[in-house]
């Protein structure tokens, strides 16, 4: 089926550093992909959201860069945050409206040491 | 507004008992959808709805039962527990013909 994934698992950084995520996705017809951040023991909470027809979105410290060419997205957090310490997802939908589907990634794991 | 509300926040089991996880959303949202979420992956896509009285099966849904009989309830129930089943259940909801999904806190469910 299709699957969204995750190059790197885990990344740690120190404060103040920028911090990259990236994900892959399989599903050519996927026109919305999310990143949501997890904190432990607490339920997924969003960060930003593009669509397809963009390439790159900006917001608060956090910016989504979108390759559909190589079907390719990215999480920039910059100036990075113990506060910013979670597991991040990528989802995607499966084109046209979600309908309340989406298809998430593994996770990487991302540690900000003081 | 509460957002999406979940409980119990933890729960065991024995084997072969049955349970009902609850969930509510106050924001008038049409879609809602439960995901389990195992150690060390993502979440998978157990159940979702549309709207109230519809329903429909997501990536895992063998041993869950859901039904929609408001817009604000998306109940998912476990009718014989298994082990296999011990994971973390979030629900979720999102507003009509859009993608954004909201999440509730989630419920930890360990079956021994």
């Known amino acids: 089926g299709e699957s969204v994934g995750l190059h790197l698992p885990t990344l740690s950084v120190q404060e103040g550093d920028n911090s990259i995520i990236n994900c892959a996705y399989s599903?050519?017809?996927?026109?919305?992909f999310i990143w949501y951040k997890q904190e432990s023991g607490k339920g997924p909470q969003f960060i930003i959201d593009?669509?397809?027809?963009?390439d790159k979105r900006q917001g608060q410290r956090v910016t989504v860069l979108l390759n559909k060419t190589v079907k390719h997205l990215s999480l920039q957090i910059a100036a990075t945050q113990p506060g910013d310490s979670a597991v991040y997802f990528c989802?995607?939908?499966?084109?046209?409206?979600?309908?309340?589907?989406?298809?998430f990634g593994q996770g990487t794991i991302l540690t900000v040491h003081p | 507004n509460a957002g999406v509300t979940q409980t119990p926040k933890f729960q065991v089991l024995k084997t072969g008992q049955s349970m009902t996880l609850q969930c509510a959303q106050d924001?008038?949202?049409?879609?809602m959808s439960w995901y389990r979420q195992d150690p060390g992956m993502g979440l998978r896509l157990i159940h979702y709805?549309?709207?109230?009285?519809?329903?429909d099966q997501g990536e895992v849904p063998n041993g869950y039962n859901v039904s929609r009989s408001t817009t604000e309830d998306f109940p998912l129930r476990l009718l014989s527990a298994a082990p296999s089943q011990t994971s973390v259940y979030f629900c979720?909801?999102?507003?009509?013909?859009?993608?954004?999904?909201?999440f509730g806190p989630g419920t930890r469910l360990t079956v021994l």
């Open positions: 709805s549309v709207g109230a009285g519809i329903t």
């Open positions: 989802a995607e939908n499966a084109g046209g409206t979600s309908y309340g589907k989406l298809t």
């Open positions: 599903n050519s017809a996927s026109d919305y």
């Open positions: 593009i669509r397809s027809n963009m």
């Open positions: 924001m008038n949202h049409e879609y």
């Open positions: 979720a909801s999102t507003r009509a013909n859009t993608d954004t999904q909201y």
